[in-house]
């Protein structure tokens, strides 16, 4: 079975620092790793997404993940946190077949300080 | 391109009330999901239609939830005899293609309120 963990349900960090939001993935076959934003009361976008190509991908908002199979990771960062980053951050990785359903992580809330 | 909708977007009921929700997703993608997110948690899956089938359906989704998807279109998720346990934002999203790697879009959700 397919899992996600993300660590840290709350980072904060100051406006123009880098942004890291954390995901551990558990997969038997390679995966397909995605990481949305969801605004208040809002459905969820795409960032970006991983699916065996590049191993280094680049997304929307300046936002940006490394995959690491070694570490099962796949971490989102940023070099300089903006106001309007604030937001809830969702990894998911998708089934190996079937369905393709998203197994997402519990999230990580981002506050950016001022 | 409209996206994924969701109406109502807000829905308030009185325990032991019947809601029906519903989904249009965007246009020529056959594959449909619906996914319950509760406060601090991520989505959850709830089912899965490829055109108006049915495939797939979680433990999550007792017997007093209802989906369907006619003529693979719209779909309709139905809750009867709300429970309080079902407060919760349910999300649509929608995807074209045939593998994992093709991302699902998001409606903006139905958030319920049992009162």
């Known amino acids: 079975a397919q899992s996600v963990t993300q660590l840290g349900s709350h980072v904060s960090v100051s406006e123009g620092a880098l942004v890291l939001l954390r995901c551990n993935y558990s997969?038997?076959?390679?995966?397909?790793l995605f990481w949305y934003v969801q605004y208040p009361n809002q459905g969820l976008q795409l960032l970006l997404k991983?699916?065996?190509?590049?191993?280094l991908v680049k997304g929307i908002n300046g936002f940006e993940a490394e995959f690491k199979k070694s570490e099962t990771s796949f971490h989102l960062t940023k070099p300089s946190a903006h106001m309007s980053d604030a937001a809830e951050y969702f990894c998911a990785v998708s089934a190996s077949s079937g369905t393709y359903k998203y197994i997402f992580g519990t999230g990580t809330r981002l506050k950016v300080l001022a | 391109d409209t996206g994924v909708s969701q109406d109502p977007r807000h829905k308030i009921t009185k325990r032991g009330q019947n809601v029906t929700f519903r989904c249009d997703p965007i246009s020529e993608h056959n594959r449909l999901y619906w996914y319950r997110q509760t406060l601090g948690q991520g989505p959850e899956f709830l089912t899965y239609f490829q055109n108006e089938a049915q495939l797939e359906k979680s433990r999550l989704l007792s017997d007093r939830f209802s989906a369907e998807r006619p003529k693979g279109s719209f779909s309709t998720l139905e809750i009867q005899r709300t429970e309080q346990g079902d407060s919760a934002m349910y999300l649509c999203?929608?995807?074209?293609?045939?593998?994992?790697?093709?991302?699902?879009?998001f409606g903006p959700g139905t958030r319920l309120t049992v009162t």
């Open positions: 999203a929608s995807s074209v293609g045939t593998g994992g790697s093709y991302e699902q879009y």
């Open positions: 997969s038997s076959v390679p995966p397909y």
């Open positions: 991983y699916t065996s190509a590049a191993t």
